[in-house]
């Protein structure tokens, strides 16, 4: 194992930079939108596939390198079979017409989460769709689907735990980078921005590892109707916060003057 960067941490590249370059969302409210419209769920996620398309062209547009969409956690199974069934035909949708748009506008996809349970037909369309935009470099977009935190860490100390039974890998080499090396995020830096949509203040077991020096948004705002202005007022709360990463607010200001 090369002794590369921790990639626990936020990457040095992005300290101090206004703009964040990975930005995690979750986009919570779907229903309560349509409740409020005496509409059914159902409407609500499918205005909240609008919202989809227009954060992925602004976060775009504003130079965000990263995004991370929360679509479908292990815990939504739970919802009516109805409902599941809906959400599976609007990813089966976004993955069939909506790649023509990425590839457009230079958005490489990736899909994250324990895609086993999706089945073969909506595994083939995923692997297409990775393929169509694999060497798209101007934001990688990153859509978890049946993601849960718990479930991603899980996955990664089995796969520790296999290469030190085969013999590829000592216990004691373990520590937090092969850790995150493990997690179905390899690669992709930490979010620096987390958004949450709907007025929860909880991460649902989202990327709860990767989150952990993450700033968090909270508002109020339904996901349906979270616009550009929206997602401008999260950056420029962004903008004007001072990451610390432990160190104290001293240590921070001379380095950025240094
Ligand atoms: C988020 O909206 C979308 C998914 C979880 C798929 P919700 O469907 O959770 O909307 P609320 O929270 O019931 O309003
Ligand atoms: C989190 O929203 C999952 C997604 C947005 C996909 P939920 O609406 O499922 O979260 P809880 O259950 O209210 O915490
Ligand atoms: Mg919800």
Redesign the pocket.
């Known amino acids: 194992m090369s002794p590369a960067k921790n990639k626990s941490l936020p990457s040095e590249k992005n300290t101090g930079s206004t703009i964040p370059r990975h930005v995690a969302v979750i986009m ?5 939108w349509a409740k409020r419209r005496g509409q059914s769920r159902v409407m609500g996620h499918k205005k909240g596939a609008e919202a989809v398309r227009r954060i992925i062209r602004n976060c775009g547009d504003q130079g965000v390198e990263y995004l991370t969409l929360f679509a479908f956690s292990s815990e939504n199974w739970k919802r009516p079979n109805r409902e599941v069934k809906l959400l599976m035909e609007l990813f089966i949708s976004v993955l069939e017409k909506d790649i023509d748009v990425l590839v457009e506008n230079g958005v490489r996809l990736s899909i994250i989460g324990d895609l086993e349970r999706f089945g073969k037909r909506i595994g083939r369309l995923i692997k297409k769709a990775e393929m169509r935009t694999a060497t798209n470099n101007r934001m990688h977009l990153m859509i978890a689907a049946n993601y849960g935190g718990r479930w991603d860490i899980t996955q990664a100390c089995q796969r520790l735990a296999e290469k030190s039974r085969s013999g590829e890998l000592n216990p004691d080499e373990i520590n937090e980078e092969l850790i995150s090396r493990h997690l179905v995020t390899d690669e992709i830096p930490d979010p620096d921005l987390f958004i949450r949509t ?1 007025g ?1 203040k909880r991460i ?1 077991n989202f990327l709860i590892w990767q989150l952990a020096y993450a700033e968090l948004y909270f508002t109020d705002v339904l996901w349906p109707d979270f616009s550009k202005e929206n997602l401008i007022d999260a950056l420029q709360w962004f903008a004007s916060r001072e990451r610390r990463f432990g160190k104290t607010s001293e240590q921070i200001s001379k380095a950025g003057h240094a």
């Open positions: 919570d409210g779907n229903g309560r709907g929860e649902s």
